[in-house]
């Protein structure tokens, strides 16, 4: 069976807001973060604009996601309190809510508990910026959508195939695919305008160990992935639990007690996100 080659690959994937399921608000959203320019206020303004996108956005800032339960009350106030980068992630995060539901069952849920559990385990490190963190916990496997969008016959045969081999898709995409999710997501990061640093983590998010760029970050979204399909939140394509890489654990220096300590605070908080429906 012939693989797609990188080049018609990149392409596909590049030409994702051309897509007639791509949402409009979505569309109106990449012309405004593939301006590398952007401003707090152009996105403040843009938000406002859209009632159901300022909704959405409140929700998840007040939900367990950030840690501001039910403290932000206004779409300036999440903008300036989390900052240009983190909005821009988490306007992205939103507007392919709707895609990843409609994609895959539970990439949603997979995907919100991970800005979860990073969240939990870059404040526990003490990062300047646990929010950041989250945000790539929350866009790790957007990959994962452009190519169920782009491909929806080959994604499902190299799901089922994850399936019948007991491992991760991310391994079976390569049977039908020259990159995998993290390639493409890379992609479009770059073509959006990303943070370098959220960039390197959607990447490196399976192999941290290899990450120049946010190594740190890499590895924390890493753990939190494979910690998350431990507890069997959400489904990321696959129903495999891989081994977290030996360097995250050198990396990150987490003990059995902050294991604990991060999985007791991420089972209330991933309860509570259960109810979030945006």
């Not at 018609?8 to 979505?26: A, H, K, M, Q, Y």
């Not at 089922?160 to 081999?165: H, L, P, V, Y």
């Not at 990061?189 to 990447?203: D, Q």
């Not at 654990?249 to 987490?254: C, H, N, Q, V």
Request: proline share 5%; hydrophobic share 45%.
């Amino acid at each position: 069976m012939a693989k797609v080659d990188v080049q018609s690959l990149r392409s596909r994937v590049e030409r994702i807001n051309s897509l007639p399921t791509i949402p409009g608000v979505l569309k109106k959203l990449l012309v405004v973060i593939e301006n590398p320019r952007v401003s707090l206020s152009e996105i403040s303004g843009f938000i406002s604009n859209d009632p159901a996108l300022a909704t959405k956005i409140l929700k998840m800032v007040n939900s367990p996601v950030y840690g501001f339960p039910g403290r932000i009350s206004s779409v300036n106030q999440s903008v300036i309190l989390l900052g240009l980068n983190v909005v821009k992630g988490l306007l992205l995060g939103v507007s392919v809510f709707e895609l990843m539901q409609k994609s895959m069952v539970g990439l949603w849920e997979h995907s919100m508990g991970c800005a979860i559990m990073a969240r939990i385990i870059a404040q526990k490190k003490q990062l300047k910026e646990p929010e950041e963190v989250s945000v790539a916990g929350l866009l790790h496997d957007l990959g994962k959508v452009i190519l169920i969008l782009q491909f929806p016959d080959e994604y499902e045969k190299a799901m089922n195939d994850a399936e019948t081999k007991g491992t991760i898709v991310g391994r079976t995409e390569r049977d039908y695919f020259a990159a995998d999710h993290a390639n493409a997501g890379v992609w479009m990061a770059e073509k959006w305008s990303f943070p370098r640093n959220l960039t390197a983590v959607i990447g490196y998010h399976h192999e941290p160990h290899l990450a120049k760029q946010a190594p740190y970050e890499a590895a924390i979204v890493h753990v939190s992935d494979v910690l998350l399909r431990g507890m069997g939140f959400g489904f990321a394509g696959d129903n495999s639990v891989p081994p977290v890489h030996p360097a995250a654990w050198e990396k990150l220096l987490l003990t059995k007690k902050d294991i604990k300590e991060v999985l007791a605070e991420a089972e209330d908080a991933l309860e509570a996100s259960r109810e979030i429906s945006l």
